[in-house]
């Protein structure tokens, strides 16, 4: 018996075949999809519980901390890091991701994966989204006026913090805690939020347009300021989760970024976590007509 399941990242519905059924937890329940969606791009994933042994002809082209990334002339492989038992998983895809087929050596590994958040890290996401056009930030994220406010920054520096004041002292809305997707549509920069978000993750999914980004950095006074796109470039490839060892992907997401940034204010915001610090940030929002002057918000 075949069990199916679609998951909506962005605009790319993943849909999910295995033999066995899969877990759907909390964080994956607000990205499913129970209906058609013939008009979004599409990857079938084929999950196959058996060990798959990688063919002599293929060779490393990249690492990181959970997967090591091989390719043939054909297809291209991602297999988890290795344990103390060996690896266990391979997935196995073309390219343009027309054929993806995820094995789980079930035999060495009983039971261990089941849960679709999980199977999620072992399949080249960041290779995919980038293949859709779609870029995935470092950041946690707000919907304030209709439009979605993003705090990026390296972990500890107060995205979150930040996020909880706009929700404490302007009633937004926290929509993602560590990661959010972008991607142009129709002329639109929507985001929209990741299954794996952090240890906080936000239990649903609403996809908003960008209003702003601001990027944080730690200081005892407030000031904020636009920064040029040659700037803003730079500290958004440093927070853009890519694999850092792939320069065809890392070229991919600059020019992504490029066109974006003719279309979208980037901040540099230097604060501390208090409510001045929402005050002078909201009262520039207003002046460049990023979010409305006119509606009075009261906090939640």
């Not at 679609?6 to 993943?14: E, H, K, N, Q």
């Not at 199977?119 to 994220?141: D, I």
């Not at 909880?164 to 929509?175: F, H, Q, T």
Request: hydrophobic fraction near 40%; aromatic fraction near 8%; proline fraction near 4%.
């Amino acid at each position: 018996m075949e069990h199916n399941y679609s998951v909506r990242i962005a605009d790319i519905v993943l849909r999910f075949i295995s033999d066995i059924p899969l877990v759907i937890t909390d964080d994956i329940q607000p990205h499913l999809v129970y209906s058609a969606c013939d008009q979004m791009p599409h990857v079938d994933i084929l999950i196959r519980w058996c060990r798959y042994s990688l063919p002599e002809e293929v060779s490393v082209y990249g690492q990181d901390l959970l997967i090591r990334y091989y390719q043939s002339d054909e297809h291209a492989y991602a297999v988890s890091r290795k344990q103390a038992l060996g690896d266990c998983a391979v997935c196995v895809y073309r390219k343009d991701f027309s054929e993806v087929i995820l094995y789980i050596d079930e035999l060495k590994y009983p039971g261990m994966i089941r849960r679709i958040s999980k199977v999620l890290q072992l399949l080249p996401m960041r290779q995919l989204l980038t293949y859709f056009r779609t870029l995935m930030l470092h950041s946690s994220r707000i919907l304030i006026d209709g439009k979605a406010l993003l705090f990026s920054a390296p972990s500890g520096t107060g995205k979150t913090t930040q996020a909880k004041l706009w929700k404490k002292y302007e009633g937004a809305e926290i929509l993602s805690n560590d990661r959010t997707l972008l991607k142009e549509q129709d002329g639109i920069i929507f985001t929209d939020s990741y299954p794996v978000d952090g240890d906080e993750p936000i239990e649903r999914s609403v996809r908003s347009p960008l209003g702003a980004i601001v990027i944080l950095r730690q200081l005892d006074e407030n000031t904020i300021f636009r920064l040029s796109n040659f700037k803003a470039i730079k500290y958004l490839m440093e927070e853009t989760i890519a694999d850092a060892w792939n320069m065809k992907q890392l070229n991919e997401i600059k020019v992504l970024w490029l066109d974006l940034l003719e279309r979208i204010s980037v901040y540099m915001l230097e604060c501390r976590p208090d409510q001045d610090a929402v005050n002078l940030l909201n009262d520039r929002l207003k002046k460049d007509g990023v979010i409305s002057d006119e509606t009075k918000r009261q906090a939640a």
